[in-house]
C-alpha cells in the first residue's frame, strides 16, 4: 500500500505543480504570468495577474506538498480548491475531457481528497516527521474546505460576460 501511495502522490503531485509552473512561467509549455493572466480573464474572472500568480502558486506548493507526502491534508486542501474553480470553468462543455470538460479537474479532486483521507503512506514527510495519522475529521474538513475555498473563489472572481460580449462570443477583459 505504501508504495502505491508513494508513486500515486509523486505523479498527482507533480502533474499538479507542473500546471501551475506553465500559470506563471514559461517553462514546461507555459506561456508565462501574462498567458496565465489572460487565460483567466477569457474565464471571464477578475484580479489580472494576482489571480493567475494565486492559482499557480496554489498548484505550484500543493502539488510539491502533495509529491512529498508533507501537511497532506492541508496540501490537498489547496489542490482541492484549485481544482474546484477549474471544474466550474468546464462544466458547461460537459464531463469529458476531449470536449474541454472537466474530467480531469474532477479525478484530481477525487484523488487528493483521497490522499487526505488515506494519509500519504510511510515513505512522506508526514511519516518521517511523525505526523502519520492525521484524525479522518480534520482529513474530512480540509477536503470539506477545498470544495468551499474553491466555489467561493469562483462567486467572488468571476463576472458573466455581458449581453453583447456573449453575443459576440467574448469574454471580459476585467
Same mark, same amino acid.
Given at each position: ?18 500546471? @501551475? ?14 498567458? @496565465? ?8 474572472? =477578475?484580479? @489580472? ?19 512529498? @507526502? ?70 474530512? =474538513? ?33
Amino acid at each position: 500500500m505504501d508504495t502505491g501511495l508513494l508513486v500515486l502522490r509523486l505523479v498527482v503531485g507533480l502533474l499538479i505543480a507542473g500546471h @501551475g509552473v506553465q500559470k506563471v512561467s514559461h517553462r514546461l509549455g507555459g506561456h508565462g504570468l501574462a498567458g @496565465g493572466t489572460e487565460e483567466f480573464r477569457h474565464d471571464g474572472f =477578475l484580479g @489580472g495577474p494576482l489571480t493567475a500568480l494565486a492559482a499557480g502558486a496554489g498548484q505550484i506548493g500543493s502539488g510539491l506538498f502533495l509529491a512529498l @507526502g508533507a501537511l497532506t491534508p492541508l496540501a490537498a486542501m489547496v489542490a482541492i480548491g484549485v481544482m474546484t474553480v477549474a471544474i466550474t470553468v468546464k462544466r458547461p462543455n460537459g464531463l469529458w475531457v476531449q470536449d474541454d470538460g472537466y474530467e480531469y479537474p474532477l479525478v484530481l479532486v477525487v484523488v487528493t481528497g483521497s490522499l487526505a483521507l488515506t494519509g500519504p503512506g510511510r515513505w512522506s514527510a508526514d511519516h518521517a516527521l511523525g505526523l502519520p495519522g492525521w484524525p479522518l475529521w480534520l482529513s474530512a =474538513l480540509a477536503v470539506a474546505l477545498g470544495l468551499a475555498s474553491g466555489l467561493l473563489t469562483r462567486a467572488v472572481l468571476h463576472r458573466p460576460p455581458t449581453g453583447e460580449e456573449a453575443a459576440a462570443g467574448a469574454r471580459p477583459a476585467g
